[in-house]
């Protein structure tokens, strides 16, 4: 399509994040032939932090969709084409989506990807549609074009392989190879691997930059996988086939030694093992783990605390008219009193930064939470957390829950935290050694609530007694510090009455 055709509109992948590189494609809303609108939502996307509706920037029909659902998409990549002047014949159609052009060879598809894109690197920057609120990463990768292989459009399409296979082992003589059928084409008929590419190099394998990390992630050669794909195209269910361990060959009845008997036992897994693509939420919290807990040194304090007051606190605040409708449950009570301990020891609320070397530190706390969801583990967090008031405070907690659950929390509610909370009492564990997100001083573990012998004045009784744990940034967190700010957590959820003295 030419870069002055204005019938045709292109939408790129915007980056809809913090200078994500890549989305996932969940689901389209639209399909070729239907009618958009500015604004209009067209498909949901998941990045490296969250799912994302994309709405497009302009009015039209839907003319071509570039990819399919599930599909990894390099941001800056253009993602549908819509027809912004529908019943214009005058105007020439892009030739990608010509409906009389016959099936195209090997070698044109590759030369129409490459003037594609070409085109896109000479668009003006600010040509490419972004959501309100994000641009486009300056240093995101463009993708290179590929060469066109002159060699290609000699071979039938579907008839031969883009990779020539795998040399086999010759065969003992005892063991011969089949016969060939009479209907198999003649070797003569497929081409050398030098006449593919026109050189005397070896042809790249095509597929698809997300199937090529799949099989680099899996350890596979896309030299030796046999493509089923449209003009030899190597797809994910090649890779995963090629991934998968091969089936023992059928061959005559052999007496075999004792020890082959033995090596052959571990085929037993087959058929009992699945693999999945490291990608979307998960790629990046392990990436944010793994950096974490390589960069900053973490120190982990625990203390066991009677929180028996703080429970009752909690049944008695369940039946307030100001807080009725809002969620009330102990984790509230936690959060307010780490609030408050952060308060009285505002130097635990910093930052390490360090290019400038430079501990910034934060006259605000944006308190994360930690949140499980089928995608994976999330932090939103609470803007300006420390300036609530106990109702605000839960009705925020209500809506972040609520909001991550359903798979919406936005990229900007993960962005900015500078202290976290882990609930791991809600899955029955005492207590953890929680890994702080990254940028973020600390992170504090709230464990399971049990009750429990306990010495209260003086005598052993059955107490509510829950385990908090914090990690900490050694780098500017002392011990000292640290120690104060689980203390005075501690000295609130033992006494509550601490958050009218101390708040």
Known sequence: MAATDQRFREFKMPDVGEGLTEAEILKWYVAPGDTVADGQVVCEVETAKAAV????????VVHELRFGEGTTVDVGTVIIAVDTRPGDGDAPAPPAAAP?????????AQAAETAQAAEAAAEPEGRQANLVGYGA?????????RKPRPGLEAAPA?????QPLPTPTPAPAAAPAPAASASAPAPAVAPSQAELNGHGRAARPLAKPPVRKLAKDLGIDLAAVTPTGPDGTITREDVHAAAAPAPAAVAEPVAEPAAAVAEAAPASVVGRERRVPIKGVRKATAQAMVSSAFTAPHVTEFVTVDVTRTMKLVADLKQDPDLAGLRVN???LVAKAFLVAIRRNPDANAAWDEGAQEIVYKDYVNLGIA???PRGLIVPNIKDAGSLTLPELASALGELVATAREGRTSPAAMSGGTVTITNVGVFGIDTGTPILNPGESAILAFGAVKLQPWVHKGKVKPRQVTTLALSFDHRMIDGELGSKVLADVAAILEHPKRLITWG
């Open 53 to 60: 509706e994309l709405p497009i920037p302009f009015d039209g």
């Open 100 to 108: 009389a052009e016959p099936a195209r060879s090997a070698e044109t």
């Open 137 to 145: 990463a300056p240093s995101s990768t463009k993708r290179r074009p």
């Open 158 to 162: 579907q008839g031969v392989p883009a």
């Open 330 to 332: 102990p984790l509230l």
């Open 371 to 373: 949140a499980a969801t």
